[in-house]
């Protein structure tokens, strides 16, 4: 099928985009990509009346430091994470997760923001959010606020974001010195969404962890913290025991996002994945 009709829009600015968002309300979409809406649009599932690219707009392209936080242009490419060197030096699980995205084609059109912006469960950047601690940067006419990513996701395909809003930049603080680092992914075949996956931040102090942070992909209507698995590590050593009691506390995380109830394959493939990926850190 091919999409209905409609007016395309390119601004150069932000201001313009947000006049544009406020011009035709409901009836505009955000285009930051497209891999996810245009295959909506082509199925009549999303059927706006006015398309705004923000593929145009220099200001939300960029990646730099400044001040012990990260800061992201929404509309920066997964190939464009993959090649900085301020990520490869200071944030590499977002190299490492960006390279698990998609193909190199999807890679060079897919953005960050888009992928967030989203709120599809099953898309990879949101629990890397989560892990990392990120916030969102989200600007309209009113003004400009800063929304943490955990809280942001409240639903599948639901977020914090207003329509009349754009996220403009993310922000990460800069992992402390000798945090590792994993993002595992199990997928059906090369280039599809995740069945399942975790990321996972660890940093040790002697035998024991001083802090860690594990988000979950797909195994459940959002992406998700385990605070419980999380708090069960802290000042722990990390041995097997350990580890199963610590993951064990995600049968009480895992939901079938179709029936809203605990479901026993999600909470497996959590508890395989985050043991896999903290065990990594430490071999």
């Not at 398309?51 to 190939?79: F, H, P, V, Y």
């Not at 639901?158 to 403009?168: C, F, R, V």
């Not at 041995?239 to 809203?260: G, K, N, R, Y």
Request: hydrophobic content about 40%; some cysteine; overall charge neutral.
């Amino acid at each position: 099928m091919i999409p209905g009709e409609l007016e395309y829009h390119a601004p150069k600015s932000i201001p313009d985009a947000l006049g544009l968002l406020v011009q035709f309300g409901d009836e505009a979409k955000l285009l930051a990509g497209g891999h996810s809406l245009l295959p909506m649009m082509k199925l009549r599932f999303a059927q706006p009346g006015h398309l705004i690219d923000l593929g145009k707009i220099a200001e939300l392209k960029g990646i730099r430091e400044d001040g012990g936080t990260i800061r992201i242009g929404a509309m920066t490419t997964e190939n464009e994470l993959i090649w900085s060197k301020v990520l490869q030096e200071k944030c590499a699980l977002l190299v490492e997760g960006a390279k698990l995205i998609s193909d190199p084609q999807v890679r060079y059109k897919g953005t960050i923001g888009g992928d967030i912006a989203h709120g599809d469960p099953g898309n990879d950047h949101p629990a890397m959010m989560l892990a990392l601690g990120a916030s969102f940067v989200l600007r309209s006419k009113a003004g400009e606020r800063v929304v943490p990513a955990d809280g942001f996701f409240v639903g599948t395909f639901d977020t914090l974001m207003k329509s009349d809003e754009i996220m403009t930049e993310i922000r990460i603080p800069v992992p402390a010195r000798g945090t590792g680092y994993c993002y595992a992914k199990l997928k059906r075949k090369v280039g599809d969404f995740a069945t399942a996956a975790a990321a996972v931040t660890l940093r040790m102090s002697g035998a024991k962890v001083s802090d860690v942070a594990i988000a979950l992909t797909n195994v459940g209507p959002t992406p998700l913290k385990a605070r419980a698995a999380e708090d069960a590590l802290r000042g722990k050593e990390l041995t097997d025991a350990s580890m199963a009691a610590a993951f064990s506390t995600l049968d009480t995380v895992c939901i079938c996002s179709l029936s809203q109830t605990p479901s026993s394959t999600n909470c497996r493939l959590a508890r395989l994945l985050a043991s896999n990926s903290t065990g990594k850190l430490i071999s």
